[in-house]
């Protein structure tokens, strides 16, 4: 026992809590903890210990609490599951007895260190995984390149200002939409001239939707109660999609139909409320990826066949 016990450790995941029902498979059943006896859970700083030992282990260590540990009895408490709490010197000793090692234990700044390190790998193998994955996909056909081409030539010809909508845009005022003052039925208050100014561009945008949506023959292709129902449940997902490839960074401002360059608090003041935080989240989000029309357009016809 003063040496620790030697055994190949199968995996990383080598400890999770007792509560959870769990016995990695390099433990004995109910081996016990070499501290106190208990019920042991894994390795633990080169142990096989209980998760109350690692615990303390581990706290005494971060927090440098061994020099201020004291024993009433000269030293010689017997540790066991019962009497593991009444004395930390005598339960410490034993630790370092059994072969805990103390140098495993990591201060706050390594072990954020290292969780810092775990994501960034997690995300590169995420990263790498799809690479592969795309790189293994097959080539589409030719009956898909073509289906392609009429869900690009759709959104272009629905898609206001097309790709000169920068050059077009113009900025609402700043002194709109800063001052909410009217209150709405739910309470929300809302800048009316703001308001007047988006409702001046929603029914167009509304009907690039709908013919958008009728350029696509799997859409036309549907009875008109479906498309009805389709065009209810994706539309408003639509124009914010098209609002959101249209964020502009330096301003911070979306374009709304090609035409219309808002601030946020603008958008939220006009009447969408907490909806403009998402529509800008999903703008900055989609801003790193310098989507071309293709992409947009199959986007867009993911959420009008998946509403």
Same mark, same amino acid.
């Given at each position: ?27 004995? $059943? ?37 020099? @201020? ?11 066991? $599951? ?83 909508? $920068? ?100 958008? $939220? ?6 909806? @403009? ?7 900055? @989000? ?22």
């Amino acid at each position: 026992w003063l040496n620790g016990p030697k055994r190949k450790r199968k995996n990383s995941q080598c400890s999770l809590k007792s509560m959870s029902g769990y016995i990695p498979s390099y433990l004995e $059943k109910d081996e016990p903890c070499v501290v106190c006896g208990d019920k042991a859970t894994g390795y633990h700083y080169r142990c096989i210990t209980c998760e109350g030992c690692k615990g303390f282990f581990r706290r005494t260590i971060q927090k440098n609490l061994h020099p @201020s540990y004291s024993c009433k009895y000269d030293g010689c408490c017997i540790i066991d $599951k019962i009497t593991r709490n009444q004395c930390q010197l005598c339960r410490f000793k034993k630790c370092i007895a059994v072969g805990m090692a103390m140098d495993l234990v990591l201060d706050e700044a390594k072990r954020v260190a290292k969780r810092r390190l775990i994501e960034e790998n997690r995300e590169k193998r995420k990263k790498e995984e799809m690479v592969k994955t795309l790189q293994n996909r097959p080539e589409p056909t030719v009956t898909e390149w073509e289906l392609i081409r009429i869900v690009t030539e759709a959104h272009r010809h629905t898609n206001a200002q097309g790709s000169h909508w $920068k050059q077009k845009r113009k900025f609402l005022p700043e002194d709109i939409g800063q001052s909410p003052v009217a209150p709405t039925s739910d309470g929300d208050k809302v800048d009316l001239e703001a308001f007047s100014e988006f409702t001046k561009i929603i029914t167009p945008a509304i009907t690039r939707v709908v013919d958008f949506a009728k350029k696509l023959p799997m859409f036309s292709e549907l009875p008109c109660e479906d498309q009805i129902i389709l065009l209810k449940g994706c539309c408003m997902e639509i124009m914010s999609l098209r609002a959101a490839v249209r964020y502009d960074p330096e301003s911070d401002t979306l374009t709304l139909s090609g035409e219309m360059a808002v601030k946020r608090e603008q958008l $939220k003041n006009g009447g969408l409320g907490v909806v @403009s935080d998402a529509i800008f989240d999903l703008g900055v @989000s989609l801003a790193q990826f310098n989507l071309d029309d293709t992409e947009v357009a199959l986007l867009q016809a993911v959420l009008l066949m998946s509403s």
